[in-house]
Structure formats: structure tokens, C-alpha cells
């Protein structure tokens, strides 16, 4: 029996869940756009915006994984009705926030054109991608800031507001990619310095709104300035428990992405920019199973701080119903229209040829996706943030590398034999997902007290 015939509880998710996933499109939306705007300009101009958005927003997003143990614990502490101690969790995940993000900019502006050299693209891409990485590298406190804050939203419910501000942020971008990339208004042509300005912009007014919300109090909590610099150490104690597997996670996975890139430049800048070109549209495929997953982060998270089993086997149900419903969509759009879909965003015959193809690949693995997001989502809202650590590292680094690197080096396959790895690991990862979570362990540890025997 599907447990989504349940209204209250079907509401509940999608009204958690349908934000998160809205504001992780727009933030798609974002690479989207500098993908569209730059790639009429050329194959290196595309190569050399993908680079450096993959280095930049690797290492925030690594860093930003920290603040899965602030959304658990801000969960935990709302279904105990502890609102005073979300508020505390708040307040210390901001103010890491500001210092890890100082010690990005101070590194990355030293150290960006040794991180590039290691990629073997032509000096056109280098170049360009150079001046992309120290634009955005500068902000860095700033936009590690907004994305730990949303971890913080997500943890109370309150996925309406990260929602609020990636619409503004995309708004922002937009309309300063336009007018910086080609010059518009009078404004100099910069083309891709262009495109990471406007990126740069739109994180400054979304980390602005984030601070508004976060100590104005319009989140349902309200973070005290002068209490953020009196340190609890038993908070960041919490936070690092919780936060340390899935930031290991979120190392694994950004070192994995960025050997891939290493090995794919490899292949030429055409099968480059024809694979970056498919990323970024399956990227966006990837939001409703990071929507589903912050929605069961969040209800499990609440249910368990409540001490309730019903509430959170049901929301553990139907997470991952509700991931399988959304994911299969984007399986029908992939599969049926994906040179059309690469022809929104360039005019380059061979770039669409070869993405859309990559792009029909990917169609196969998105229910593999699903899964694996939505119950993941489940384990570290129950306080297992280590299983989900050693599945995704596992996958990446002994069986997704490997294999790369026999196709691409050794046997000197095509990139689209490199995607169909992809769809393997995507697959197998599922599997072994779904069988952690018929074991119930997780559970047993989550509410020692309680039975099992529902899911």
C-alpha cells in the first residue's frame, strides 16, 4: 500500500520537499544560464566555465556539507520543541561558516593556478577558467555562508525560505549575465570574467537575505549576534559528530569529480564540453532527489526528536515514494528529447550530437538516483550520517575510477562508454542502499525503544 494515499502526510513532504527542490533548481538554473550565455561564444569559453564552476562549488559544497549535522541537530531540537537550542546551533553553524569561508578565499586566490594546472585542457580553457576561479574565489565567506544557513532552514521545515532567496539570487545572475557576459548598456564585454561576476553578485544579495531571515527571526528562530562569540564547545561537538562522515563524504565525492574531470580533459574539448554541457542538464534532475532527501532529513529529524515511530516510518515511506514519482519524470524527458534539450544550450552541431546522446545514457540511472538520495536523506535524519559516508566513497573510489580509468587510459574508450559506468554505480548504489535500509538498523539505533516492524 502506498503510504502517499495519506493526504496529511503527502502535504507534509511535498510542502517540505517541493521547495527544496524548486531553490536547488534555481541554483541549477544559475550554471544553466552561464552554460547558455557563454556557450555561444565557443567550445573553450563553455570547457573553461565548467572547470572553474566545478572547482569552485566542489570546495564550497564540501565545506557546506559540514552543516548536515546543524540541519540534524536543528531538527531533532524543533521535534523536541528545544527552539532555544536550534537557535544556539544557528548561531555557531553561521559564525563557521564566515571563518572556514575566509581561509577558501585566502587559499584559493594563492592557489588557483596551481589547482588548474592540473587539469591537462588547452590554455584557452586555462586561462579563461583562471579568471573565473579568482573572481569567485573572493567570496567565498559569503557564499559558504548562504549555503550553511540554508542547511539550517532545511533542518527547522522551513524550506520556503532557502526557496525565497535562490529565486532572487537567480534573478540576479541572469540579468548580470547578460549585461556583463556581452556588454550590454554600456557596460565592458567581459565573457567568462562576465559570467563569474554575475555568479559572484547574486551570492552576495542571497547571503544578505539569508542574514535577514536568520536574525530578524522570520525563520521561527532568532540568532543572537552577541551570543555567536560565546563558544559552547558541546554544540560544535555535536555538529562535527553529525557533520564530520557526510563532510568526508563531500571530500570523497569532490576529489572522485575532480579526478573524473582530470581524465575525461583527456578525451579532447570536444567530448569535455560535450560531457560538462550533459552534466549541468542532469544536474537538474538531481534537485528532486536532493528535494526528497532534505524533506526526509527534516520530517525523520523531527520524529525522532518527538520520539514518534509512526510519524517517522511514514515519512521514511513516503520519501522515497515521492523520489521514485519525480525522478521517473525526468527518465522520460532524457530518454525521449535529449538533443533537443542540448540544443537549448549551444548551436554547436558536434557539442550537441555527442551531449544529447550522453544525455539519453542518463535517462537509464535516474531511479537509481532516486533511491539513493531519498534514502540516504533517511539515514542522516535518523543520526546515521556514516553509512551513507561509506556507500557513496566506496562506489566512487572502487568501482567508478577504476573503471574510468581502464576506459579512458588504458583502452581508450569514448566518453560514451564512460557515462554508461556512471549508470552502473548509479544503479548498483541503489541496490546496496535499499538493502541497508530493509535491515533497520538504523532505526533500531534512531528509537531503541520501538518497533520494527512497519517498514
Known amino acids: 500500500m502506498l503510504v502517499l494515499k495519506d493526504y496529511a502526510l503527502r502535504t507534509r513532504i511535498f510542502r517540505t520537499a517541493g521547495p527544496a527542490m524548486v531553490e536547488m533548481i534555481m541554483y541549477m538554473v544559475i550554471g544553466l544560464v552561464d552554460v547558455a550565455v557563454v556557450g555561444r561564444l565557443g567550445a573553450a569559453p563553455l570547457a573553461a566555465v565548467g572547470l572553474g564552476a566545478e572547482v569552485f562549488f566542489s570546495i564550497i559544497l564540501f565545506l557546506e556539507a559540514l552543516a548536515i549535522g546543524s540541519a540534524i541537530l536543528v531538527a531533532q531540537a524543533k521535534g523536541a520543541g528545544r527552539m532555544e537550542d536550534a537557535s544556539k546551533v544557528a548561531g555557531h553553524t553561521f559564525l563557521l561558516s564566515i571563518i572556514l569561508g575566509v581561509v577558501v578565499a585566502l587559499l584559493g586566490v594563492r592557489f588557483a593556478p596551481d589547482i588548474l594546472g592540473l587539469f591537462s585542457v588547452e590554455t584557452a580553457v586555462y586561462t579563461q577558467a583562471l579568471d573565473y576561479l579568482l573572481i569567485t574565489f573572493i567570496i567565498s565567506p559569503l557564499a559558504l555562508g548562504l549555503y550553511m544557513a540554508h542547511s539550517v532552514f532545511r533542518g527547522l521545515g522551513r524550506t520556503d525560505i532557502p ?28 565573457e ?33 549576534l552577541a551570543a555567536i562569540f560565546k563558544v559552547n564547545l558541546s554544540t560544535y561537538r555535536g555538529i ?17 569529480n575532480l579526478a573524473s574531470l582530470f581524465l575525461i580533459a583527456y578525451m579532447g574539448t570536444l567530448a569535455f564540453a560535450a560531457h560538462e ?15 526528497i532527501a532534505v524533506a526526509a532529513t527534516a520530517l525523520v529529524g523531527h520524529a525522532v526528536g518527538a520520539r514518534d515511530e509512526v510519524a517517522l516510518q511514514k515519512a521514511a515511506r ?20 535529449p538533443y533537443q534539450i542540448a540544443a537549448i544550450f549551444t548551436n554547436d ?64 574508450f569514448p566518453i560514451t562508454y564512460v ?37
Not at 534573478?171 to 556581452?182: A, H, M, P, S, T
Not at 554541457?277 to 528535494?291: C, D, H, K
Not at 551513507?388 to 572502487?398: E, L, R
Not at 549508470?423 to 525503544?449: H, N
Open 349 to 412: 552541431p558536434d557539442i550537441i550530437g555527442l551531449s544529447g546522446l550522453l544525455i539519453r545514457i542518463a535517462a537509464i540511472e535516474q531511479l537509481g538516483i532516486a533511491l539513493s538520495s531519498g534514502i540516504g536523506g533517511i539515514l542522516k535524519g535518523a543520526g546515521d550520517t556514516r553509512t551513507p559516508m561509506v556507500i557513496s566513497t566506496a562506489y566512487f573510489w572502487v568501482y567508478r575510477l577504476p573503471l574510468m580509468y581502464l576506459f579512458i587510459r588504458v583502452f581508450g
Open 419 to 455: 557515462w554508461l559506468i556512471f549508470v552502473s554505480d548509479w544503479l548498483l548504489r541503489a541496490l546496496t542502499f535499499a538493502v541497508v535500509y530493509r535491515r533497520k538498523k538504523w532505526l533500531k539505533r534512531a528509537l531503541p525503544e520501538g518497533t520494527v516492524d512497519q517498514l
Open 318 to 337: 513516503g520519501s522515497m515514494e515521492f523520489a521514485l514519482l519525480f525522478m521517473g519524470i525526468f527518465t522520460l524527458l532524457f530518454a525521449l528529447l
Open 240 to 256: 562535527f559528530q553529525l557533520g564530520i562522515p557526510s563532510l568526508a563524504e563531500q571530500l570523497f565525492y569532490t576529489l572522485a
Open 192 to 224: 567568462v570574467a562576465g559570467a563569474a561576476l554575475a555568479t559572484s553578485l547574486a551570492h552576495v544579495v542571497g547571503f544578505i537575505l539569508a542574514m535577514v531571515f536568520l536574525f530578524r527571526g522570520n525563520s521561527g528562530l532568532r540568532v543572537n
Open 277 to 291: 554541457l550533459a552534466i549541468t542538464v542532469e544536474s537538474v534532475s538531481y534537485m528532486p532527489g536532493f528535494g
Open 163 to 190: 526557496m525565497i532567496i535562490a529565486l532572487v539570487v537567480n534573478v540576479v545572475n541572469v540579468i548580470g549575465d547578460f549585461i556583463l557576459v556581452y556588454g550590454l548598456w554600456g557596460f565592458p564585454r567581459m
